[in-house]
């Protein structure tokens, strides 16, 4: 049995090492999104607490503050183009994690309650 760490620390090291071998594996809403390692082949598994969003081009007044709406719109776009969908930024301390899709330039905006790190 491969071992589970349940913490954000080998994410964060993997963000800051490689960051552009991070991709979109498996999404799971409302709670769960696995991100996979290219280049140490580590699979980061989040537990999410919220989800907000905003398209490049919208005013801040134009966000998505419902949470249901922007798990949707997370949905929908790693559907329709799931290998757009990376890392853009994280912080463990902060419990945040974001994402971009290069394709419709959203960005997502994760609260995550749990960082978990597994070695297949």
Request: glycine letters at 2%; aromatic letters at 6%; one cysteine or more.
């Amino acid at each position: 049995m491969s071992p589970t760490y349940r913490s954000g620390a080998f994410f964060q090291q993997c963000f800051s090492s490689h960051r552009l071998s991070l991709s979109l594996r498996k999404l799971a809403l409302p709670e769960r999104v696995t991100l996979r390692c290219s280049a140490c082949q580590l699979l980061h598994r989040l537990t999410v607490r919220s989800v907000a969003t905003k398209a490049r081009n919208e005013a801040p007044a134009a966000e998505a503050s419902d949470a249901h709406s922007a798990a949707e719109l997370l949905a929908q776009c790693s559907t329709v183009h799931q290998a757009a969908l990376g890392v853009r930024d994280m912080d463990v301390s902060q419990d945040f994690v974001g994402l971009r899709c290069a394709e419709c330039r959203r960005v997502y905006d994760l609260e995550v309650s749990e960082f978990e790190t597994h070695q297949p």
